[in-house]
């Protein structure tokens, strides 16, 4: 069995983690990343994944020395949110922050997101990466975690599990999670209106959840329809023809008949959240932290920012000589991401409950809700600061996550 150590052990390999990498890069912290997707296993296909990138996101993914913007990315430049049948909406336009980019985010395909991230990585001199396999078997010492594969065996002062929520880590290690299934899954797909609608993102609330469009490259949308599990088996098993009469029927109504569809894929709707004790060597990112409703896309733009995070607390660290497991670097970094995490939480799983409920005073409700909000410019500026991730709390604040015009907060 090969033995192999380090300062910082990184599962996974997908954006969160690698982003991780790339916001050490300038550190003297031996990395070493380990893939624990399944060997014999068949990788997804991620060409019809796509990852809303909040303007936050952009910017500090640029500082972190990935070209920018990213291939075929799609601006959002508007985000209508609306409620089938009743009127009343929201619109969340650009020109709200002042931005320089004239954009809220932009929608970029996950495998392009992935492979940018690679590029710089190829300047990260003190990174190591390896392709293990799902781990097998853990120990804490007092000074490092030890993590066992059948022909591997890692010793690091610290792991961090970036790995998507995938690995049967959180058993191995006993975590606390909280967490529930929401009874829905989620349809995706690419499609294409009938007339081109650049730039302009549409969340819109059924009875069953949120059906967003997200627009990409040549005029096309990719959408997350939200369903219970029988409805969903059901559409999915559509003919094109029959899918999209049937998206038809739910689309809001500001947006033109949608034509064309691509492949669907399926997946279930549920969120968790996981708690490492900070005596255990182990700092918790992205999905395997916490698993959000996609409702806004909050998902990676949240790994992103615990990753840059944990990056500057372990480069501070560093230069100090300390220990990058120690507990009390593990305690700062849990109270630092506390509140940004609990907000977007509160925000995405409130929204979800909110606007699902068919009660027609409920729905009333919200409609004088929308209006009132979309004639508030103060409160329309307040969201789209917000989403677009670049007004985030103050006790989230590290010097290290200042982005133009707002600091990551």
Same mark, same amino acid.
């Given at each position: 069995? $090969?033995?192999l150590t380090a300062d910082l052990?990184?599962?996974?390999?997908?954006?969160?983690?690698?982003?991780?990498?790339?916001?050490?890069?300038?550190?003297?912290?031996?990395?070493?990343?380990?893939?624990?997707?399944?060997?014999?296993?068949?990788?997804?296909r991620l060409t019809e994944r796509?990852?809303?990138?909040?303007?936050?996101?952009?910017?500090?993914?640029?500082?972190?020395?990935?070209?920018?913007?990213?291939?075929?990315?799609?601006?959002?430049?508007?985000?209508?949110?609306?409620?089938?049948?009743?009127?009343?909406?929201?619109?969340?336009?650009?020109?709200?922050?002042?931005?320089?980019?004239?954009?809220?985010?932009?929608?970029?395909?996950?495998?392009?997101?992935?492979?940018?991230?690679?590029?710089?990585?190829?300047?990260? $001199?003190?990174?190591?990466?390896?392709?293990?396999?799902?781990?097998?078997?853990?120990?804490?010492?007092?000074?490092?975690?030890?993590?066992?594969?059948?022909?591997?065996?890692?010793?690091?002062?610290?792991?961090?599990?970036?790995?998507?929520?995938?690995?049967?880590?959180?058993?191995?290690?006993?975590? $606390?999670?909280?967490?529930?299934?929401?009874?829905?899954?989620?349809?995706?797909?690419?499609?294409?209106?009938?007339?081109?609608?650049?730039?302009?993102?549409?969340?819109?609330?059924?009875?069953?959840?949120?059906?967003?469009?997200?627009?990409?490259?040549?005029?096309?949308f990719s959408i997350v329809w939200?369903?219970?599990?029988?409805?969903?088996?059901?559409?999915?098993?559509?003919?094109?023809?029959?899918?999209?009469?049937?998206?038809?029927?739910?689309?809001?109504?500001?947006?033109?008949?949608?034509?064309?569809?691509?492949?669907?894929?399926?997946?279930?709707?549920?969120?968790?959240?996981?708690?490492?004790?900070?005596?255990?060597?182990?700092?918790?990112?992205?999905?395997?932290?916490?698993?959000?409703?996609?409702?806004?896309?909050?998902?990676?733009?949240?790994?992103?920012?615990?990753?840059?995070?944990?990056?500057?607390?372990? $480069?501070?660290?560093?230069?100090?000589?300390?220990?990058?497991?120690?507990?009390?670097?593990?305690?700062?970094?849990?109270?630092?991401?506390?509140?940004?995490?609990?907000?977007?939480?509160?925000?995405?799983?409130?929204?979800?409950?909110?606007?699902?409920?068919?009660?027609?005073?409920?729905?009333?409700?919200?409609?004088?809700?929308?209006?009132?909000?979309?004639?508030?410019?103060?409160?329309?500026?307040?969201?789209?600061?917000?989403?677009?991730?670049?007004?985030?709390?103050?006790?989230?604040?590290?010097?290290?996550?200042?982005?133009?015009?707002?600091?990551?907060?």
């Amino acid at each position: 069995m $090969r033995t192999l150590t380090a300062d910082l052990a990184i599962l996974g390999n997908g954006p969160v983690a690698r982003s991780l990498v790339l916001a050490l890069a300038d550190s003297p912290l031996r990395v070493l990343m380990l893939d624990t997707y399944p060997l014999a296993q068949a990788r997804p296909r991620l060409t019809e994944r796509t990852i809303a990138l909040a303007l936050g996101s952009h910017r500090l993914l640029r500082r972190l020395g990935v070209a920018m913007p990213l291939a075929d990315a799609a601006a959002i430049r508007t985000v209508q949110i609306t409620q089938q049948g009743i009127s009343g909406r929201v619109l969340l336009e650009h020109s709200l922050l002042h931005a320089p980019e004239q954009r809220l985010g932009e929608v970029v395909g996950l495998e392009i997101l992935t492979d940018a991230l690679a590029m710089p990585l190829a300047t990260c $001199r003190t990174l190591q990466q390896e392709s293990p396999g799902p781990l097998q078997a853990l120990q804490w010492f007092p000074d490092r975690v030890q993590l066992d594969w059948p022909d591997l065996r890692v010793e690091a002062a610290l792991t961090v599990v970036a790995d998507g929520g995938h690995s049967d880590l959180a058993r191995l290690a006993g975590l $606390r999670r909280m967490g529930w299934d929401h009874n829905r899954h989620a349809i995706i797909a690419t499609v294409t209106p009938q007339q081109p609608l650049p730039g302009i993102a549409f969340e819109h609330f059924l009875e069953s959840g949120p059906l967003a469009f997200l627009p990409i490259g040549k005029d096309q949308f990719s959408i997350v329809w939200s369903l219970r599990p029988g409805d969903a088996s059901r559409i999915l098993d559509l003919s094109d023809a029959d899918f999209l009469e049937a998206l038809n029927r739910q689309r809001p109504s500001s947006l033109p008949p949608l034509v064309t569809t691509g492949p669907r894929s399926v997946y279930p709707l549920f969120f968790q959240r996981f708690w490492a004790d900070p005596g255990q060597r182990l700092a918790l990112a992205g999905n395997a932290a916490q698993t959000l409703h996609p409702l806004a896309g909050q998902g990676y733009n949240l790994g992103l920012r615990d990753v840059l995070t944990l990056g500057a607390l372990l $480069r501070e660290a560093a230069e100090r000589g300390d220990d990058p497991g120690s507990r009390s670097l593990l305690a700062d970094y849990s109270r630092t991401r506390r509140r940004d995490r609990l907000e977007t939480i509160a925000f995405t799983e409130t929204m979800n409950r909110l606007f699902s409920s068919p009660r027609l005073p409920l729905r009333l409700a919200r409609a004088a809700a929308l209006t009132l909000l979309d004639q508030t410019s103060l409160g329309k500026r307040e969201l789209a600061a917000r989403l677009a991730g670049i007004h985030l709390p103050v006790q989230s604040a590290i010097p290290d996550l200042v982005t133009d015009g707002y600091h990551v907060r």
